[in-house]
């Protein structure tokens, strides 16, 4: 008598309540990114101050990501990234409540840095969260890299939400219209994280995660090095695209604007693609990452030269893709770089892009008031782009 084989469930590459928790943990914190932004005139007059001024609250946002970067991933790997995401949601949450309160633009800074320890803290636990459920069939390296870059995109669509919706809210909200709509987003995330599968241990260990350790891992500052040429070059780009457009280009504001968004929108599509072009094809990252650098550096060039509304609209679209084909394989990189220290090792990689973005904004600013008008920072940033392709031959991918 035969006897018959057992049956198996086919494992799954992406365990989906891992995934769709952390996505909702991505979305509801990056709606801080850009909930200001839209509103920047009225905040202005309300907290009588000037347009400069109200720059510094994505500013003190990003200094307080830099801030949390390391420690909160060694809160990740210690408490488990769940409930280190529904922390970050809960610091958002509170302080955005509190920014309906104040009046003063100090008070109001500093309760967005608050808001900042809650993005950056947010944004690695939903990127290790994601990962979590990525299991080794066939490839656990390609699996994590597909998840972080739906993660990705889905975290990045939070932002632009906020760009859509946080004007057409003014009407009955007023000036608390950004920060009414984030402590929302963030309230009706908590329930919903909250109920999604718990996060796998890591042993609870967080070995290989000191300070010193983390710098010196070549590894990790390579990756640091990509994620800072794709993801903080679309932000910096993304913030003086606007006004590059005004001066060379002759568009209106609204136009330059319509234009300039397709930086961070595209990125929507260009992080998922890039983890599913990592999945299709794992033996040919390192030239798709190269391709992306060269595809950067090409949209970067054709948005200085400023020749029309309908190329610059498809150079700004071509930097959205290419800047967001990176970023799955950033943070699977990291957490393979560290696997019983993943929070800590995604942290210190993503301080490296938080820190360009911080230096670089403001030094692209100043390229303003020079000879060319900003097509100088412009070119800086496409020399770099292309450059980084060096970075792709001692990577261990």
Known sequence: MTSLPATRTAPRELEIG???????????????IANVGPVATLLSHHYGTSLAVLGLFTTVLFFAEVAVMIPGGRAIDRYGAKRTGLV???????????????????AALALRAV??????????????????????????????????????????????LALAIVP??????GWRAPYASAAAVAAMAIPLVAAAPPTPGHGGRTRGSRLR????????????????????????????????????????????????SLILLLGIVGRPSGGMLVRARPGLTRQMLAASF????????????????GVDAAAAALIGVAAGIPFG?????????????????????????????????PLVGLTFSLPGEGRIGFAVL??????????LRGLDI
């Open 88 to 106: 970050a949601i809960a610091i958002s949450l509170v302080a955005n409540a509190a920014l309906m309160l104040v009046s003063g633009s100090a």
């Open 213 to 260: 350790t983390l710098i010196a891992d070549p590894q990790l500052v390579r990756l640091g090095l990509i994620s800072s040429v794709s993801f903080g070059f679309s932000v910096i780009l993304g913030n003086w695209v606007v006004t590059l457009l005004e001066r060379h280009g002759g568009l209106s504001t609204g136009a330059a604007g319509v234009v300039g």
């Open 18 to 32: 891992s995934l769709a928790g952390a996505c909702l943990v991505g979305l509801s914190i990056s709606w801080n």
């Open 115 to 160: 808001a900042g320890l809650g993005v950056g803290l947010g944004f690695l636990s939903g990127a290790v969260y994601a990962q979590s459920g990525a299991i080794s069939v066939p490839s656990g390296a390609q699996a994590r890299a597909l998840a972080g870059g739906i993660y990705g995109g889905v975290s990045l669509s939070g932002g632009g």
């Open 382 to 391: 496409a020399a770099a782009w292309s450059s980084a392709i060096l970075v």
């Open 294 to 309: 060269l595809a950067g550096t090409l949209g970067t060039i054709v948005l200085l030269l400023a020749p029309g509304t």
């Open 329 to 361: 394989v950033t943070i699977s990189g990291a957490t393979r770089a560290r696997p019983q220290a993943a929070g800590a090792a995604v942290g210190a990689m993503n301080t490296y892009p938080v820190l360009a973005i911080v230096c670089g904004a």
């Open 168 to 173: 057409l809210l003014v009407s009955p909200l």
